[in-house]
């Protein structure tokens, strides 16, 4: 079953890039059929055009509330019959009523070990810190920042050599190849979220 994904972006996209050059790769069965930014000078909308994916911006400065923004999301990723959403890099937080429109259907990437730093910075953050290991989490988004139900994790030692670049195009390696993998996953239909009473929803993934 092919996912039929709308992909949100705010910068620079290499996540994206890794999605679209998977799929042309024939390694990840995904139909990108839209991506979406809220920035009109986002890099990602250039990598989307130039794999010939449809792009639209919706500038969330041109909406007077969190809601009229997420309609207009909902609205647009509908019109590409998108099933599927992946974060990659979408720097807003949505609103219950979005996550109601594609209920389960939404994944982030996130750089760091959640629940360790979430929110943004997270490798200054980890380098603050001084930890001495950290990395990526791949997760279904619920109306928490980065609190949502962890599908998988990656991690790596930080060097003490490490500064923010060093980390953060490391951490991008690692990134690119677990959401890759994880969609693969969800397009193998191996993904399933266990809800038990009073405890945190998990994530099982079927075996191959
Ligand atoms: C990544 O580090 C991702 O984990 C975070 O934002 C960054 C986006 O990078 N949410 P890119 O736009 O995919 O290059």
Redesign the pocket.
């Known amino acids: 079953m092919s996912l039929a994904l709308g992909v949100l972006?705010?910068?620079?996209?290499?996540?994206?890039q890794a999605i679209l050059d998977a799929s042309q790769a024939g390694a990840l069965d995904v139909d990108v059929r839209v991506v979406i930014s809220n920035r009109p000078d986002a890099k990602?909308l250039e990598r989307a055009a130039r794999a010939g994916v449809q792009t639209a911006v919706v500038p969330h400065g041109a909406f007077e509330t969190r809601e009229a923004f997420d309609d207009e999301l909902i609205a647009t990723l509908r019109r590409h019959d998108c099933e599927w959403i992946v974060?990659?890099?979408?720097m807003r937080v949505l609103t219950p009523r979005f996550l109601r429109a594609f209920a389960e259907r939404i994944v982030?990437?996130?750089?760091a070990l959640l629940p360790a730093f979430p929110g943004t910075r997270a490798q200054q953050q980890a380098l603050d810190y001084g930890v001495k290991i950290t990395g990526?989490t791949v997760h279904f988004v619920d109306e928490g920042v980065d609190t949502g139900p962890v599908i998988a994790q990656r991690a790596l030692t930080i060097q003490d050599a490490d500064d923010l670049d060093s980390l953060?195009r490391r951490?991008?390696e690692l990134?690119h190849a677990l959401l890759v993998e994880v969609l693969g996953w969800l397009a193998a239909g191996r993904v399933h979220v266990e809800s038990r009473p009073g405890q945190r929803p998990k994530v099982r993934v079927r075996p191959a």
Not at 9 to 16: A, C, K, Q
Not at 87 to 90: E, I, Y
Not at 108 to 111: G, T
């Open positions: 972006v705010s910068g620079s996209g290499t996540n994206l990602a974060l990659a890099g979408f982030n990437i996130h750089p990526c953060t951490l991008l990134e």
